[in-house]
C-alpha cells in the first residue's frame, strides 16, 4: 500500500460515518480557507516583502502543501492546483477589499468548525473536528480521492 493509499485509508476510515456529507464537503474548504487567510494575515518579516508582495505565512502554507502533494501523489497534486490557486486567489482579493482579512477568516475559520461538528455528530463530535483540523490539508486530498475514484482515474 503506497503512502497515499494509507493516508486516505486512515482518513477515510474515521471518516466512514459522516452524518451529513454536503455540510462535511463544504466545511472542509471553509477550514482551509479560514486558517490560511489567518496565516495571510499575520505580520511577516520584511525580507518576505522584498521578494514578493505575495510571499507571507499563508502563501508558504500553500507552497508546502503543493509540495507535499506532489510527493505523495503526482495526479492528486495536479487535481488540487486549481483549490489551491482558486485559495490564493480569494485570499489576495481580500487582503485588497474593504473587508477586514482576519475578520472573514476568523468567520469562515468558526463556520467551518460548527459544520465540521454537525457533519461529524454521529462519527465522535468533537474529536473529529479536532481530527479534522490536524488532518486539515488531506481533507480536501481526500475529497478529491473520492471524485477520482468515482470517475476511475488513478491516483
Given at each position: 500500500m503506497s503512502e497515499t493509499d494509507r493516508w486516505l485509508v486512515d482518513y477515510g476510515e474515521s471518516h466512514?460515518?459522516?452524518?451529513?456529507?454536503?455540510?462535511?464537503?463544504?466545511s472542509v474548504p471553509l477550514l482551509v480557507l479560514g486558517t490560511v487567510g489567518l496565516l495571510w494575515s499575520l505580520p511577516i518579516p520584511h525580507e518576505f516583502a522584498d521578494i514578493s508582495p505575495v510571499l507571507?505565512?499563508?502563501?508558504?502554507?500553500?507552497?508546502?502543501?503543493?509540495?507535499?502533494?506532489?510527493?505523495?501523489?503526482?495526479?492528486?497534486?495536479?487535481?488540487?492546483?486549481?483549490?489551491?490557486?482558486?485559495?490564493?486567489?480569494?485570499?489576495?482579493?481580500?487582503?485588497?477589499?474593504?473587508?477586514?482579512?482576519?475578520?472573514?477568516?476568523?468567520?469562515?475559520?468558526?463556520?467551518?468548525?460548527?459544520?465540521?461538528?454537525?457533519?461529524?455528530?454521529?462519527?465522535?463530535?468533537?474529536?473529529?473536528?479536532?481530527?479534522?483540523?490536524?488532518?486539515m490539508m488531506i481533507a480536501p486530498v481526500w475529497i478529491l480521492s473520492n471524485i477520482y475514484r468515482r470517475f476511475g482515474i488513478p491516483y
Open positions: 466512514s460515518d459522516i452524518g451529513n456529507p454536503l455540510v462535511f464537503w463544504i507571507n505565512w499563508g502563501s508558504a502554507f500553500l507552497m508546502a502543501a503543493v509540495v507535499y502533494y506532489f510527493i505523495i501523489s503526482m495526479s492528486l497534486a495536479i487535481g488540487m492546483l486549481p483549490f489551491i490557486f482558486g485559495v490564493a486567489a480569494l485570499q489576495i482579493w481580500l487582503a485588497n477589499s474593504a473587508y477586514s482579512p482576519y475578520m472573514a477568516s476568523s468567520g469562515l475559520l468558526a463556520a467551518s468548525i460548527i459544520g465540521l461538528y454537525l457533519g461529524n455528530l454521529p462519527d465522535g463530535g468533537i474529536r473529529a473536528v479536532f481530527r479534522d483540523i490536524q488532518l
